[in-house]
């Protein structure tokens, strides 16, 4: 699975931004979509991901009533809807797939075994 990430920037502390990651796959509604963050000398942590299966979730804390997760099926692409953004949510955001035929959302890295590039988010405060 190839993954493509667009629309990183430099934004203000209270904007939004949407992430969009597009996958060269066949099947796309078969695999597990994520996103992870990065920043410098820490951990690659998960953000958020989404099944088919009912358009099922899973988001990390720090992501909560925040950030919205979606699928295109028709696009073969995912989206993060990332709201009220603080400075804290600057990190170099990656797109992921697992799968194929997961039943349940997955987010753990391990879990995920196609990654992209990553795009820059910067907030400033």
């Known amino acids: 699975v190839q993954l493509v990430e667009s629309g990183g920037g430099f934004v203000q502390a209270g904007d939004s931004l949407q992430l969009s990651c597009s996958a060269s796959?066949?099947?796309?509604?078969?695999?597990?979509m994520g996103w992870f963050r990065q920043t410098l000398g820490k951990e690659r942590e998960f953000v958020m991901a989404?099944?088919?299966?009912?358009?099922?979730?899973a988001h990390a804390e720090s992501a909560k009533g925040r950030f919205t997760i979606s699928r295109d099926p028709a696009k073969n692409t995912v989206h993060l809807q990332m709201n009220s953004l603080k400075p804290e949510d600057s990190a170099i955001y990656y797109c992921?797939?697992?799968?194929?035929?997961?039943?349940?959302?997955?987010?753990?890295?391990?879990?995920?075994?196609?990654w992209g590039q990553g795009t820059q988010v910067t907030v400033s405060s």
């Open positions: 989404i099944i088919s299966t009912a358009g099922r979730t």
């Open positions: 992921a797939a697992a799968g194929p035929y997961y039943t349940y959302v997955p987010s753990s890295e391990h879990e995920f075994d196609s």
């Open positions: 796959v066949l099947s796309f509604d078969l695999y597990a």
